[in-house]
Each structure stands twice: as structure tokens, then as C-alpha cells.
């Protein structure tokens, strides 16, 4: 049976039904099935997902995924966002960037987040992947315009000659290299047999015909190839939230005249002003263009301009507001806007002044996805723009939406499946805004497809919870930051423990929750007996003793990334599920009552956990065993300690008692 | 008459192809039909072959008779010119209605006649089964060995026996772990260590044992959860913060060190330093290949302890719990009851 299903099935059909399996998740079973399945996919995967970038090394992965396209990397912790993690601390895409230019010459996507890459990487990059497409950066630094001009200045068409060997090239070396193991040797015959026929005299033989054949079938084949991937260009730029250094604007300009293929461009977290004829040009010729993300020093009055060179646009993101009602500029934005058609994602909104809002109503209808959440609107204009937007699915907003804002959402926006309200004014010591948990559970009422939910607000109760969850049990993130750290349930001046209970026990798909207010173990208890899909947990404040840490870290089967601030958690609890922490992705654990000896120890024990002591106070060799440390960061690694540490960080490893003596 | 002209001179009757499976039995199929597979017809168009028993063309052998009839109604269906997407689309969905072996075989069957609708049909098929499935289900629905080793399964990447770093450090370990063992016979064995050892697990089930419900309320200073785009007030309050808070922390570890009260079955021993364990943690850690430090005989100890400790935490938890709970919320529910909860708050530092 088994032969059977193994001589019946060639591997290129399995091959091929590989490429019908794209998920992460997918492809990393299938290569656990056995070893063929395993050689089979490693050689036809093409996207990878990394979520942690020091988990594995570029050398690891270039070996196992020979040929891969599209590469994801993640690096600092999440908490990074809050700045709890200091500067300096590492996720340096450098190493990467320069492994995978030889390695990967047709890599097609790089998508970074939280990573630290310089202009350097970014000249690599340009020079190095023949045929880029995507670079999204998400919250990444240490890079500046300089960089970008580089990667704006690669999109060049590539001539025809010079690509038309390269291709051949690497036509005859892929078909080689099946046959032959190693790639050099198959360069070399590729290339020989590309240029011995030249050199060959012409002789009336079988054998020297058949080679010219050969070679000018290959030559008519690169010179289709060359048709068809002439354009090999840049599509995606995506600056999400990084920061970048504006050093000017003009590096914009360096998009070539002749370059057309742009699809998506996000400027938004750029702080200086771009070159906006450059700018006008670029939107003008790129007819594919369906995401345009400006930034806020591109002011109303020149929008219009943009919007009536493109049309098609089906995300904008506009820049600055503010400005008195000027009727031409309204007039304008009304006209441009109602052109397009294809909008389905608005942001921006800086500094907004309400006036001009209603410029927006004619596309409000077939709007999804809105994102107010840099707008100052208060209540009442939200409710007129919002309901105006019956087929919303995403809204981000300021909790300037109110509760009245909330309940117009619940009953105009049916189809809403995520909402996130963020606090205008988090350091105010007393609520600034009519926000209550009653919004939240009026929208759980009346949007029964919600399923990802962030929420700030300053008060809650057990009773909402419980409302909520029997309202939605369909969450799949539920995020709720109770501005106030400890705050009880307002009503009855309990713990939240029974309304967090309530979330967890109801909602068995929940993926990703974040806890707040005032919580004891029972609520870890609840969360580890119930939240059997959890992946990823925050707390912040919360809990009485290690207990609390031992029920999650024994509970949560699926759990991988567990980030904790300021809580009583201790050695015992951490040490007692060490194995654990081998199953996830990461721990981080800052402010809390785990101590140095704890950390050797693990480190001492576990020789595929890196688990990193973050302490700006200096070395903790200088403070007892005892003393807890400041932060400790552990995740599973299969490279071994990193060795790009700051001076704060220290790495403990198998050999830190010697480390000690010597 | 030449089988060719056959064909020629009886145009009110079908056409038909000699097809030939591996296993030596021929069959004839429609003309129209046959020619939908594109290896068939290029075997008719190059050779001439398969108009006539003698001449059949011989398909390849993953071909076998079963299902190639099912190949001929893919065909027979498909190869009409007159249908919508739509019944074509409903047609392919009946159609791929059938067990994973014969799925399998089909799709193989397909790719060697070359006929790319049928293979992509029946790999998105086959993909759509494979989705979502553990690699032991998979396992099971194909017949596959389960050949990776224990090794290779935990860590699919890490077959690295000859990454020179890997064998550099292991090196370097196994030199210093030598040079370890050297000083500790020179020196006393850490008999502190040991001692820590015992006293550790004992703290940790007194410490259980007693659980603490108290809230440690005076702790907290005023850091929240901020909204991360507010960066830069974030940083300059975070600074403040964290230099208050060793100080609460140092207190605290005193506290942990006071308590052993409530209704408690087992020892309660002075808790030294809570949090100077040292002893082995897991249960089904392999510590073979790891030095302890630690002759043989207390490192046993220690794993009956450690597994003592492990059955008491699984199996009296659920009530140890509720006690445990229960118990503290009394003591909670009091002060806070009586408006004192808000004394607590107003206590905390505010700025």
C-alpha cells in the first residue's frame, strides 16, 4: 500500500497540490508528515513567516527553504510600543539583508516589523533582488529618506540584453539543478552549455546541430521570458508607523519617469513635507495605483488634484485638515471624491475640522473601513459621518465617540467586525468624555458579526462583561485597557475576575485578550481553564501571587506569546513551567518579582530558550540572587545567544556559573 | 480497406480511439472524447496510432482501466462546447466526490495524460483535504510512514550536525563543563545549594499551602497601559516610575518572606529566600546531559521531590484552590466593603 501510494504519486503532482496550501500553518504540517512530504515542500515554499527573528538564523533558513519569494520578520517585543523596551535593544534586519541577497537573488517581499533597518540594508536590497515588488516596514527605525531614495531609484527597466542572458542563465541552471545537488556546479554547466555551441565550429554532426537547436530554442524562450518581465518593479512601499529620519523630501524624485507599476503607498508617519509635483507625477502615470497614504504636510487644497489623477483609488489616506472652510477647496474635494468610486478605506483625518467633513458623505456609503482615530471630532459629527456608513466593517475612532456615538454605530453598521476606541486624553485624571461600558455593550447588542474589539474606557463592571460575552461569543480579540490600574467593577467594587470569566468561558475562539482593572488569580484561573485557543495574552497590574502566572502557563494550551508588566509573579510559577515556555513564541515579563538566580537557573536548563535580563541598573552580578530583575524577555531559539546585545542586556547561558568564576 | 479510411468512409457513425491500460485491456472511446486529453491526441496526431484494436495507444501506467472511465466522463462532459461556466462548475463538484485513494490515483492518472483542468481539480481537491489536519491524520488518510525521527520532528530545521558554530560550542561547553567538574572536586560541593534545595520545595507548597489573598495594594504606582502613539509622554513618565518601584518590590520580597499563615496541613518552615530556588524544575525535563553540579544521589532526591511536589499540584489543586480562594476573599471583601477600598486608592502616588 505504502509503495503503491508512492510510485503512483510523482512529486511534482505533489508539488502541486502544495501550491494549493498557502497558510503558515499548513505548510509547517505538511512538512511533519514524513520525509518525502518534508523534502518535497522545503523545496517549493515560497513564503516565509518568522515570527521572532531571533529564533532561527538566516543561514538555517536559507538552507532548509531554498528558494523563498516572500520573507516575513518580526523583532522587538510587542511591549516595545509602550517603550518598554530600551533603546538599542536589538532587531537588526541587517544580517538578514545580506544573507538572503546572495541566497535568494529573486526574492519578491520583505515585510519587517518592529525592526531596526538602516539605508545601508535598504541599498542592499535595491541592488540585490532583481525582482522586488513589496516593502512594508511596520513600526521599524533607524533608517531615512536617503534609503528610500535608493529604493526609488532601483525601479529602473531593466535592459533587455543584459536580462536576456540573465534569464537564460537561470532557465538552464534551474534545470540543471535538478538533476545536478549543488548550485554551483550547476552554474558552471549552465553556463559552459551556454557557451561552448558558440565556440564549437559548425561540422556536419547530430550531436552539434541538436546543441544549436538547443541554444537558439533557449535564446527565443529568454527573449519571451523577457517580454513578460520586462516591468519587474516595485509595487508596494508601506511605511505603516516607522520612524524615519526626514532628511528631505525629495527623495520622491528619484521614482523614475518611466516607472508605472506602483499599487500601494503608505507616507503617513513621514513628518516632513514630500515633493508634491514629484508626488502629482508619480499618482498621474501609475494607473494601478489603489492605496495612497499621505502624509499630514500634504494640505486639503491640493488633495483634490491628487484624487483627480487617480481615480481608481480604493484606500486614501489623507493628510492634514485643518484650514476655515473655504468653499472652492470644499467644492473641489466634493467634485474629486465623488469620482472615485472604488474608495473603500479612509484614514488620516489630521487635525480635522468638521466643516469639511460632509466633503466625505458621497463616499461614505460604500465605505468598510474607517480610521478617525487622529481625528479631534467630537460626538455629533461622528454620529453624521458614521451614519452615513452603512457597510462599515472596521472602525477606528478617539473616545470622542461617546456612548451616543456608540449606540448610532450598534444600529446603523450591521456588518461591523472590528472595533477599536482609543483614549483621547489617557493622562487626565478624570474622564474627559461620556465613554462607558455601556457603549461597548451596546454595540455587542447590535452588531452580531463583531469579532475584534481594543477598548479604552475608565470604568466596567462584571455585569457589562458578562453581558458582552453572552452578547458576542464570537470574539476572536478582545482587548479592554481600563485606563486606571486596578480599577474594580465600579457597581459593586469587586474584582473583574467573574467578568473576565465570563469572556474566556463564552468566547472559545478567542485568540488574543488583553486584561485590566482589578484582578486576582481566579480570573488566571478562568483564563487558564477556558481559553483553550488563547495565543496571545497581555496583563498589566494584575494578580496576587505566582499562582496566577501558573494557571495560564498550565491552562493555555495554544498559548504563544504571553507579555506581562507589573504583576506579583515570581520564580516559582516560571520555573515550574519551564517546558512550557518551549512551546511559545516569547514571555516577556518586566516589573515583575522573578529574580536573577531564577533567570540563571533557566537559562541554565533550558538550552534552547534564550532568556534575555534587560536591566538598565547595570550588571546583576552586582545586586544578591535575589534581586529581581528589571526585565526579562525568554523565547525559543534554535540560533543559539544573540550576538548583538546592547551593554544592558545579558543573555543567561549553560555556562553563566562560569561565567561567574572566571 | 486501411483502418484509416475507416474513418473516412462511414461518417454517420462515430469514430472511435483503441485506447490500451497497462494491464493489457482495450477499450474504445469516442473520438470527440479521447481527444479532450491532450497526450492522446498527440499520440494520434504524431503516430497515427489508436484507430484500431491493433493499434491502440497504450496510455501510461498510472492509467488503470477504473479510472480512466472516470477520466472519459470528465471528458465526455467537458468536452461539449455548449455548457456555462456555471454547469461546468457544478459538474466538477459532483465530480470530485470520492474516496482520498481514489482521488489520489486520479490526479495522478490526470497529470501523466496531461490534462491540466482535471489535475488542477483534483489538486485543489486533495489540498482542500489536506488543510486544517494534523500531520497524523494526514498520516492516516494517505498511508504515509511516519519516518521523521523524535529529533527531527521537534526541530524540523536543526538538521545541522555539521554547522561548524554548533560543533564550536559544543565543544567550548563540554571543555568548560570539564573544567567545572575539575574545580568543584578541589573545592567544597556547595552544600548551601543542597540545603536550598530541600528547604525550596518545602517553601513552595507552604507557600502554596498558605496562598496569600491579601492584595498587595500599597504597591502600585500610577503606570498604565498608554496608548502607543502617545510615545513621548510615555517615556518621561515610565522613568519616574520604575524608580519607585524596586523600592515597593524590595519590600515586597520581604513580605512573601513573612507569611506562612492560614489553615495549612504540612510543614511551615522560615521561609529564608523565596526566591533563591535552584532546584530542578520540570517533571519530564531530560537532564541527562546536563550537569547539576550535583552528585547523583541528591539529584534523585531532588526528582522525587520534584515529582512528589507535581502530583500534590495536580491532583489537590481544584480544592487547595477553592480554600485557598475562598479564604481570601473573606479577608478582601471586608475592608473594601466598608468605603475603605477607597482610602487604598487615594494612597497611590498620582503623579
Known amino acids: 500500500m505504502l509503495r503503491r501510494m508512492a510510485s503512483s504519486f510523482p512529486e511534482e503532482v505533489l508539488e502541486h497540490v502544495f501550491s494549493f496550501i498557502q497558510s503558515d500553518t499548513d505548510r509547517n504540517v505538511i512538512s511533519m508528515v514524513c520525509k518525502s512530504w518534508y523534502e518535497i515542500e522545503r523545496w517549493c515554499r515560497r513564503k516565509i513567516f518568522v515570527g521572532n527573528c531571533y529564533a532561527v538564523s538566516p543561514r538555517l533558513v536559507i538552507r532548509r527553504f531554498p528558494d523563498v519569494r516572500s520573507i516575513e520578520l518580526k523583532g522587538k517585543p510587542h511591549f516595545a510600543d509602550f517603550n518598554l523596551v530600551p533603546e538599542g535593544w536589538g532587531g537588526y534586519v541587517q544580517p538578514w539583508i545580506a544573507a538572503m541577497a546572495t541566497a535568494y537573488p529573486w526574492l519578491e517581499e520583505i515585510r519587517l516589523k518592529r525592526m531596526v533597518i538602516t539605508d545601508e540594508s535598504l541599498e542592499l536590497i535595491a541592488k540585490s533582488f532583481k525582482n522586488f515588488k513589496v516593502l512594508v516596514l511596520s513600526s521599524c527605525e533607524g533608517f531615512s529618506t536617503d534609503g528610500l531614495a535608493a529604493i526609488a531609484g532601483n525601479c529602473r527597466v531593466t535592459k533587455r540584453k543584459a536580462v536576456k542572458f540573465w534569464v537564460l542563465l537561470e532557465m538552464l541552471v534551474r534545470s540543471i539543478a535538478v538533476v545536478w545537488p549543488t548550485d554551483e556546479e550547476a552554474v558552471v554547466i549552465g553556463f559552459c552549455s551556454l557557451v561552448l555551441p558558440m565556440l564549437l565550429p559548425l561540422r556536419r554532426s547530430n550531436i552539434q546541430c541538436l546543441v544549436k537547436i538547443i541554444w537558439v530554442a533557449f535564446s527565443l524562450a529568454g527573449f519571451f521570458l523577457v517580454d513578460c518581465c520586462e516591468v519587474r518593479n516595485l509595487r508596494e512601499l508601506d511605511l505603516r508607523e516607522s520612524e524615519v529620519e526626514d532628511l528631505s523630501g525629495h527623495w520622491l524624485t528619484h521614482f523614475p519617469d518611466t516607472y508605472t507599476s506602483l499599487v500601494s503607498l503608505n507616507i503617513s508617519c513621514l513628518l516632513s513635507e514630500v515633493s508634491f509635483s514629484a508626488l502629482e507625477r508619480l499618482v498621474g502615470r501609475c494607473s494601478n495605483l489603489r492605496s495612497l497614504r499621505l502624509n499630514r504636510t500634504v494640505p486639503l487644497e491640493k488633495l483634490a488634484n491628487l484624487l483627480h489623477r487617480a481615480p481608481q483609488l480604493a484606500e486614501l489616506g489623507t493628510g492634514a485638515c485643518q484650514a476655515e472652510l473655504r468653499p472652492d477647496v470644499f467644492s473641489n474635494l466634493v467634485g474629486a471624491l465623488s469620482g472615485c468610486k472604488e474608495l473603500k478605506s479612509l484614514s488620516g483625518f489630521w487635525d480635522v475640522v468638521p466643516v469639511y467633513l460632509p466633503a466625505v458623505y458621497s463616499i461614505c456609503p460604500g465605505l468598510t473601513t474607517l480610521n478617525l482615530s487622529y481625528a479631534a471630532i467630537q460626538s455629533q459629527d461622528l454620529i453624521k459621518l458614521i451614519s452615513q456608513c452603512p457597510n462599515l466593517q472596521r472602525l477606528w475612532v478617539l473616545d470622542y465617540i461617546e456612548d451616543a456615538g456608540l449606540d448610532v454605530l450598534a444600529a446603523t453598521c450591521k456588518d461591523l467586525q472590528e472595533l477599536r476606541v482609543f483614549p483621547s486624553d489617557p493622562f487626565g485624571a478624570e474622564p474627559n468624555v461620556l465613554l462607558t461600558e455601556q457603549g461597548l455593550v451596546t454595540v455587542s447588542e447590535g452588531c452580531p458579526k463583531l469579532r475584534s474589539v481594543l477598548y479604552f474606557c475608565r470604568q466596567m463592571s462584571n455585569a457589562a462583561l458578562m453581558t458582552i460575552a453572552r452578547n458576542q461569543p464570537n470574539f476572536t480579540c478582545f482587548r479592554l485597557c481600563i485606563i486606571e490600574p486596578r480599577t474594580p467593577d465600579y457597581l459593586t467594587l469587586e474584582p473583574l475576575d467573574a467578568g473576565f470569566g465570563a469572556i474566556v468561558e463564552h468566547c472559545k475562539d478567542l485568540r488574543r485578550l488583553s486584561v485590566s482593572g482589578l484582578l486576582t488569580d481566579r480570573a488566571f484561573d478562568y483564563i487558564g481553564t477556558h481559553a483553550k485557543k488563547l495565543e496571545m495574552l497581555s496583563v498589566a497590574f494584575a494578580g496576587d501571587t505566582d499562582l496566577g502566572l501558573h494557571h495560564v502557563l498550565s491552562g493555555c494550551e495554544n498559548l504563544r506569546k504571553l507579555e506581562i508588566r507589573d504583576c506579583p509573579f515570581g520564580d516559582k510559577a516560571l520555573l515550574a513551567n519551564a517546558a512550557k515556555l518551549e512551546t511559545m513564541r516569547s514571555l516577556w515579563m518586566s516589573s515583575c518579582n522573578v529574580s536573577y538566580g531564577a533567570c540563571k537557573l533557566l537559562g541554565q536548563k533550558m538550552p534552547r530558550l534564550n532568556v534575555e535580563v534587560i536591566d538598565e541598573r547595570g550588571p546583576p552580578e552586582t545586586r544578591p540572587e535575589s534581586c529581581p530583575v528589571e526585565k526579562l524577555y525568554i523565547y525559543r531559539s534554535l540560533a543559539g545567544p544573540r550576538t548583538d546585545m546592547p551593554d544592558f542586556v545579558w543573555t543567561m547561558e549553560e555556562d553563566s556559573a562560569i561565567q561567574q568564576l572566571s | ?351
Not at chain 2, 480511439?17 to 485491456?25: E, K, P, R, V, Y
Not at chain 2, 457544478?90 to 490526470?110: G, H, N, P, Q, V
Not at chain 2, 529529533?151 to 545541522?160: S, T
Open chain 2, 1 to 351: 480497406m486501411s483502418e484509416g479510411v475507416m474513418a473516412v468512409v462511414k461518417p454517420e457513425m462515430k469514430s472511435y480511439i483503441w485506447l490500451q491500460t497497462a494491464d493489457g485491456s482495450i477499450q474504445q472511446v469516442e473520438e470527440e472524447v479521447a481527444m479532450f486529453c491532450p497526450m492522446i491526441c498527440r499520440e494520434v496526431i504524431n503516430t497515427g496510432m489508436g484507430s484500431s484494436k491493433n493499434y491502440a495507444i497504450s496510455l501510461p501506467q498510472r492509467v488503470n482501466p477504473a479510472i480512466l472511465g472516470l477520466i472519459l466522463d470528465y471528458c465526455r462532459f467537458h468536452q461539449v462546447p455548449g455548457r456555462s461556466n456555471k454547469e461546468r462548475k457544478t459538474y466538477d463538484e459532483k465530480f470530485i466526490r470520492m474516496d482520498t485513494k481514489k482521488l489520489c490515483e486520479l490526479t495522478s492518472a490526470a497529470d501523466s495524460l496531461q490534462l491540466k483542468p482535471l489535475v488542477d481539480l483534483t489538486s485543489r481537491a486533495l489540498a482542500r483535504i489536506i488543510e486544517g489536519k494534523t500531520p497524523e491524520e494526514i498520516r492516516e488518510t494517505f498511508h504515509l510512514p511516519d519516518d521523521l525521527t523524535e529529533e527531527e520532528k521537534l526541530e524540523p530545521l536543526r538538521n545541522i550536525t555539521d554547522d561548524p558554530r554548533i560543533r564550536l560550542l559544543n565543544r567550548l561547553y563540554a571543555r568548560k563543563r570539564k573544567e567545572l567538574k575539575e574545580r568543584e572536586k578541589l573545592k567544597n560541593i556547595e552544600v548551601e545549594e543542597e540545603r536550598v534545595d530541600e528547604r525550596s520545595v518545602e517553601d513552595l507548597l507552604t507557600f502554596i499551602n498558605g496562598g496569600d489573598g491579601e492584595s498587595k495594594g500599597a504597591r502600585s504606582n500610577k503606570s498604565k497601559k498608554k496608548n502607543r502613539r502617545r510615545k513621548d509622554q510615555i517615556k518621561n513618565s515610565s522613568n519616574d516610575i520604575n524608580g519607585n518601584h524596586n523600592k515597593e518590590l524590595d519590600d515586597l520580597s520581604f513580605h512573601d518572606g513573612s507569611v506562612n499563615n492560614m489553615a495549612s496541613p504540612s510543614k511551615t518552615s522560615k521561609l529564608q529566600d523565596s526566591t533563591a530556588v535552584s532546584y530542578s524544575p520540570k517533571l519530564d525535563f531530560d537532564d541527562v546531559d546536563i550537569d547539576d553540579d550535583l552528585d547523583p544521589a541528591m539529584k534523585e532526591e531532588l526528582d522525587r521531590e520534584v515529582e512528589d511536589f507535581a502530583r500534590r499540584l495536580n491532583s489537590d489543586w481544584p480544592e487547595r484552590m477553592q480554600e485557598i480562594l475562598s479564604l481570601g476573599q473573606e479577608r478582601r471583601l471586608v475592608p473594601v466593603s466598608n468605603g475603605n477600598g477607597s482610602q487604598r486608592y487615594n494612597s497611590l502616588d498620582r503623579r
